[in-house]
């Protein structure tokens, strides 16, 4: 999941617009999807951060849905949990009928789809810039870029190792699928130790003083973008409240 969020960051259609318009946008109806009743305020704000990112962002709809599909399974299940009771005559539906599950599905799924169309249209090194500028400390923010960087070389560490055990037929079957597994974990974590060893030496011998000086082009935000952004926000609150 974390290539797939990096690669639709990188290649969105919004990747040079300022972040503050995209986190104005996101956050808002973050916002409002938490400060609003759910329906239908959260409701407003499900809709509008798909039509978003479906037809403004130009997400494709396929990557769309495998991004959101993880986070709904678990909406799913805590869904389940509060729509049925179990007492002394064995299982039965909830007695507000489901309404405590409806209402807690649509706030995060609004809040989910709000903080996915921020992350599939922002790479991680602009929001930690953005964040960086807000007042961040500048170790917390090198930190999670480093972070960052490495889960992309285990990733390719651990693909590494997944192809040279297909070579050999290791995945073959279950019994070699389940063994070849355990191997790759087992193999995976010293590797991962020693490239994190190696890269403290090598920002050491260079003199890391806790922050990486890198050029990034300016975004400034623009004025009739967030004015507009703030019109819908104000929208989706006016219709949540009148709906309501």
Do not use: N, Y
Request: no cysteine.
């Amino acid at each position: 999941m974390s290539l797939a969020i990096d690669r639709l960051a990188q290649a969105s259609r919004w990747r040079g617009h300022a972040v503050a318009e995209k986190s104005l946008l996101a956050l808002g109806l973050l916002t409002l999807a938490l400060a609003l009743p759910p329906w239908p305020g959260a409701a407003l704000s499900l809709a509008v951060a798909w039509g978003v990112a479906l037809f403004a962002a130009r997400v494709p709809w396929r990557d769309w849905l495998r991004l959101v599909a993880a986070p709904a399974g678990f909406l799913l299940v805590a869904a389940l949990a509060l729509l049925v009771e179990i007492g002394p005559d064995g299982p039965a539906l909830a007695r507000d009928q489901g309404r405590a599950a409806l209402d807690a599905s649509l706030r995060a799924g609004a809040a989910v789809s709000a903080l996915l169309l921020l992350a599939a249209t922002t790479p991680a090194p602009d929001l930690l810039r953005a964040a960086r500028r807000i007042g961040l400390p500048a170790t917390i923010a090198e930190m999670a870029l480093l972070i960052w960087r490495f889960v992309f070389l285990l990733l390719d560490a651990a693909q590494a190792i997944r192809a040279a055990q297909e070579a050999r037929l290791g995945w073959h079957g279950t019994r070699r699928r389940l063994r070849s597994l355990g191997l790759l974990v087992a193999l995976l974590l010293p590797r991962a130790l020693d490239r994190a060893r190696r890269m403290e030496v090598g920002l050491a011998a260079r003199g890391f003083d806790g922050s990486f000086r890198t050029l990034a082009p300016a975004r400034p935000a623009r004025p009739a973008v967030l004015a507009a952004e703030a019109l819908l926000l104000a929208a989706v609150a006016g219709g949540g409240v009148w709906l309501s």
